[in-house]
């Protein structure tokens, strides 16, 4: 019954060309939106509100204490759209330190590259931010060395679902033993940038193939490669959090303010192609090229609003590296007036902020969460939300439906796949509560 009802949904799928806009909609537009589509959604079940919380909302809920000088716990959720959802949620901590590591990944052009970010980046940073005495114990080769999940998180089961192969470790081997001839002492900022910058390096060199070989592992190497992710990344660390952001995840700092009301800071800079410093950036990186041609229809060449991202090695390997995707790939992405690659960066911005005793929390998220809130919104949902309610999941519910139940049981009848990815987005949220 359930596969039937599939096929008719992907079948209507073609028809229904003005959902991509509709969160661009008022909320009366979206009902008549969702009239025209409930023929289809209304032959499901009929679900109440409390079962969609129990079934959809709260089933990727999670909290967990944090035993550490600034931390007390977080709170995080994830809600897909795409089947398989693309984007991934990250926490861990630097063995034999306090340092711990949040992040939020949103994938595009599938799951992979999201998926290597997650269960490689946390040993770039730690590999970068260590020093002395505290790096030269830990081998390479022995994960214990350098991350330890979160107790109790359900996303941290490193060996289950990532195997690490041999180019993969010979990768992080190469960058640990460069760490260990340094002598310079970088800041934190560079620290982070780093990280982000040689695994973006290591996942675009480990998918050119060996010896001319094209192999299953090449094949799947460049397809993590071929895919991008965004990413918000806050390490906290000696009482200041770090916050690391590439693409359009988005990170907001609680704190309040003498009044006792909450004040929102935004840590993060929206790098996509409407942001006019962006766009400054790329056009004195690429002075010979033309303006209207590399941001056609307001994405980078054409093709990613985004710009800067892991992976994409299509908007980043010369012209000659990219013969490799088009023997592989029968339908290799195609940019025209492929002139001066790069074009797109994996240099984050990293601001990082002292913490004080009027910090209370911090909001890392997938862009879809921010396409139904604001950042003022956010922190006040977190400052009035009934106690019982998970954190992450309230923001999520807010964003789709801003308290109205019957638009946010019509929003959650629609099951992640083609329909359901023209309504929302993936939305990824962690919520992270200081020790102030």
């Not at 034999?96 to 595009?108: A, L, R, W």
Request: proline residues 5%.
């Amino acid at each position: 019954m359930m596969k039937k009802l599939m096929n008719k949904l992907n079948r209507t799928a073609a028809a229904l060309t003005f959902l991509p806009a509709l969160r661009k909609f008022d909320p009366e537009e979206k009902d008549k939106a969702f009239y025209l589509l409930k023929r289809h959604v209304h032959n499901t079940r009929r679900f109440r509100l409390s079962e969609i919380n129990k079934n959809y909302l709260e089933r990727e809920e999670n909290k967990c204490q944090i035993q550490t000088s600034d931390l007390l716990y977080y709170e995080s959720n994830q809600l897909p759209s795409n089947e398989p959802c693309e984007d991934r949620l990250l926490v861990a901590q630097v063995a034999g330190t306090e340092t711990v590591i949040f992040s939020v990944i949103d994938g595009h052009g599938g799951w992979q590259c999201a998926h290597a970010i997650k269960h490689r980046l946390p040993y770039y940073l730690a590999l970068y931010m260590l020093e002395g005495a505290e790096l030269t114990w830990r081998n390479p080769m022995t994960r214990e060395d350098w991350i330890l999940p979160i107790q109790g998180d359900d996303y941290n089961l490193w060996l289950e679902d990532y195997v690490f192969d041999l180019r993969t470790a010979q990768s992080f081997t190469h960058r640990y033993n460069r760490k260990m001839l340094q002598n310079e002492l970088l800041s934190v900022n560079s620290q982070l940038a780093l990280a982000f910058e040689d695994l973006d390096e290591d996942i675009g060199t480990e998918a050119i193939p060996e010896e001319q070989r094209i192999t299953k592992d090449t094949v799947s190497r460049l397809v993590t490669a071929s895919s991008g992710a965004c990413c918000c990344t806050a390490v906290v660390k000696d009482g200041t959090v770090h916050v690391a952001g590439l693409g359009d995840c988005r990170a907001v700092l609680g704190s309040l303010t003498p009044e006792g009301n909450m004040r929102a800071t935004v840590l993060t800079e929206e790098h996509r192609t409407y942001n006019p410093i962006e766009r400054e950036r790329l056009i004195r990186e690429h002075p010979h090229e033309d303006e209207d041609i590399m941001f056609f229809d307001e994405r980078l060449c054409g093709i990613l609003q985004p710009t800067r991202a892991f992976g994409d090695v299509s908007l980043k390997w010369s012209a000659r590296e990219k013969v490799l995707m088009q023997y592989v790939f029968d339908d290799p992405a195609y940019v025209p007036n492929y002139i001066s690659p790069p074009y797109l960066s994996c240099t984050p911005d990293v601001r990082s902020t002292q913490l004080d005793q009027n910090s209370q929390f911090l909001i890392i998220a997938t862009d879809g969460l921010w396409d139904g809130m604001s950042d003022d919104e956010s922190v006040k949902l977190i400052q009035n939300k009934p106690s019982d309610v998970n954190s992450a999941t309230w923001l999520i519910q807010n964003s789709l439906a801003q308290h109205n139940e019957k638009r946010l049981s019509k929003i959650l009848s629609i099951p992640p796949g083609p329909i359901c990815r023209n309504v929302r987005d993936d939305i990824s949220v962690i919520v992270i509560y200081f020790n102030t």
